[in-house]
């Protein structure tokens, strides 16, 4: 099966953090296929000075799609991030989003749809996230949506023009 992961880092060395992501990810998930450069981004959905950084990227995986989620959050706390100190700041702030050493989302699992409690794919919200769509669409930019059923970079052009008008 091909995954399609999304790491993110807002750490000071954002990244290195983000290439020891994809090391352990790919020891753990299986080779890496593809992957996108490192790209900038502003926080999505809560206010921090530090800048992230993101990178998707394509594996080939024996693992089924839950197996695949195990494995990114055992890396995500390999390389150190730490939910109950997240958890704490969301708390103190009342955003629903923190900074974090790291974060791993499954973007896509083949061309599968799921949704169980614990795992839903593809990524609910990565039509409303340019810092997801910009990377996806750097080494695959015509891949369909399963849900939406356009591609992404159909999705990245419509949400940066409803961002664009938006602003005006």
């Known amino acids: 099966m091909r995954?399609?992961?999304?790491?993110?880092?807002?750490?000071?060395?954002?990244?290195?953090i983000l290439e020891l992501?994809?090391?352990?990810?790919?020891?753990?998930?299986?080779?890496?296929?593809?992957?996108?450069?490192?790209?900038?981004?502003?926080?999505?959905g809560f206010s921090s000075?530090?800048?992230?950084a993101n990178q998707a990227l394509v594996l080939d995986t024996e693992l089924s799609p839950l197996e695949v989620l195990d494995a990114a959050l055992a890396v995500e706390q390999q390389v150190g991030r730490n939910r109950a100190q997240e958890q704490e700041q969301k708390?103190?702030?009342g955003e629903r989003y923190a900074s974090r050493v790291v974060?791993?989302?499954?973007?896509?699992?083949?061309?599968?749809?799921?949704?169980?409690?614990?795992?839903?794919?593809?990524?609910?919200?990565?039509?409303?996230?340019?810092?997801?769509?910009?990377?996806?669409?750097e080494i695959m930019g015509h891949y369909r949506h399963p849900v939406l059923r356009r591609?992404?970079?159909?999705?990245?052009?419509?949400?940066?023009?409803?961002?664009s008008t938006d602003n005006v």
């Open 103 to 137: 974060d791993v989302d499954v973007m896509f699992c083949d061309d599968e749809i799921i949704s169980t409690p614990r795992l839903k794919v593809p990524h609910p919200l990565l039509h409303e996230r340019e810092f997801a769509l910009e990377p996806l669409c």
């Open 21 to 44: 992501a994809a090391e352990l990810l790919e020891q753990s998930v299986g080779p890496i296929l593809s992957r996108s450069r490192i790209y900038a981004s502003q926080a999505w």
């Open 151 to 163: 591609s992404l970079r159909d999705i990245y052009q419509e949400l940066k023009e409803k961002q």
């Open 3 to 16: 995954v399609v992961l999304l790491t993110g880092s807002n750490a000071p060395s954002r990244e290195t």
């Open 49 to 52: 000075d530090e800048p992230f």
């Open 91 to 93: 708390q103190i702030t």
